[in-house]
């Protein structure tokens, strides 16, 4: 994590639009061993070298995104619904393969942050590129994505990531920790992990979101920006209704704490993934939205004392099962 000293906040899309014209001004096609060098010769050549200076991770990514995307990348405004669809959107497995926004470099961001809208936490911008194995350094055999963004008011972070799109657990392919030079402590390395988890996760779910069509959100393309617009759709309009609960004479309290106990549960909103086509050889996901079900619990009890009661108190123990699936 690093630290602006500048006062005014400038998210990645202003930082990167005036770098349009200098970037177009490069071939179309970089030598992987120079492109680190562009990226900062790109950014010097607005901003000088303080920037450079004060965040040289933040800066050449910067630079590296401008040069990757001639200067436009896909640019996605959410608004604070939208974005805690996608913060509370479970997703347990990792797609077979990328969601097509991540084939692009790209950003999200909030619409307004100084007026409190955010990602999640505290992060206002996130961007991204893809980056081949030959251009990194060392060379690699693989590809990689790079992340990196901004948190409100003044601080950023980068990560490198490099998922296996292997269709299982999606925790084993989140950034692991970055021990770095520029990390100076334990801590540092952690906080910096966490950031990178987050972002990863919530690229992946935003970019499955992007392709369904009946999901919970509606994607506009603004005709004078040429920015994305993200909102949450009306469910309502939709005529979404949660399915009813069962009947309370099916819901059962036993005494004995072996047994399990049926209750009523809040199932989140979450994405599944489908085969579909000949042989079922295509995956098709869908977003299944937040409902009331029920659940076998573990009970756990907890003893209340009925003071309407006269008799004793043990005549009078109120046993209550509480438990987790």
């Known amino acids: 994590m690093s630290k602006d000293t500048d006062t005014v906040f400038l998210p990645i899309t202003k930082l990167i639009a005036p770098l349009r014209k200098i970037v177009e001004r490069l071939p179309p096609t970089l030598d992987p061993l120079v492109t680190n060098a562009a990226s900062a010769a790109v950014i010097a050549a607005h901003y000088g070298n303080e920037i450079l200076e004060e965040d ?36 347990c497995s990792i797609p077979s393969e990328p969601p ?48 990196f963004g901004q948190c409100w008011p003044n601080r950023t972070f980068a990560a490198r990531w490099q998922p296996v799109w292997s269709g299982e657990d999606l925790d084993e392919q989140m950034p692991p920790v970055d021990w770095g030079a520029s990390l100076t402590d334990s801590v540092d390395a952690f906080e910096h992990q966490r950031y990178a988890k987050a972002a990863a996760r919530f690229l992946v779910i935003f970019g499955l979101l992007e ?4 999901g919970p959100l509606r994607f506009e393309i603004d005709k004078k920006t040429k920015t994305r617009q993200v909102r949450l759709r009306d469910l309502g309009a939709r005529g979404h209704q949660a399915p009813p609960l069962l009947p309370r004479d099916e819901v059962q309290n036993p005494v ?12 989140k909103g979450h994405l599944r993934r489908f085969r579909i086509g000949e042989g079922r050889a295509g995956i098709r996901w869908k977003y299944i939205h937040d409902h009331r079900s029920k659940r076998w619990f573990s009970p756990r009890y907890t003893v209340e004392r009925n003071y309407d009661h006269p008799g004793l108190a043990n005549e009078a123990l109120i046993f209550r099962g509480k438990g987790k699936p």
Do not use: C, H, N
């Open 100 to 147: 097509p926004i991540l084939l692009s470099p790209g950003i999200i961001e909030a619409r307004r942050p100084e007026t409190g809208e955010r990602l999640w936490e505290d992060v206002v911008s996130l961007a991204w590129y893809a980056v081949a194995g030959a251009e990194r350094s060392p060379p690699q055999l693989l590809p990689a994505i790079m992340l």
């Open 256 to 267: 004995d704490p072996s047994m399990r106990v049926l209750g009523d549960t809040m199932v």
């Open 211 to 214: 392709q369904i069509d009946d």
């Open 56 to 91: 040289p991770v933040f800066a050449s990514k910067l630079g590296a995104l401008a040069i990757k995307s001639r200067g436009q990348p896909a640019t996605y405004m959410t608004r604070p619904s939208a974005s805690r669809v996608v913060e509370e959107t479970d997703l």
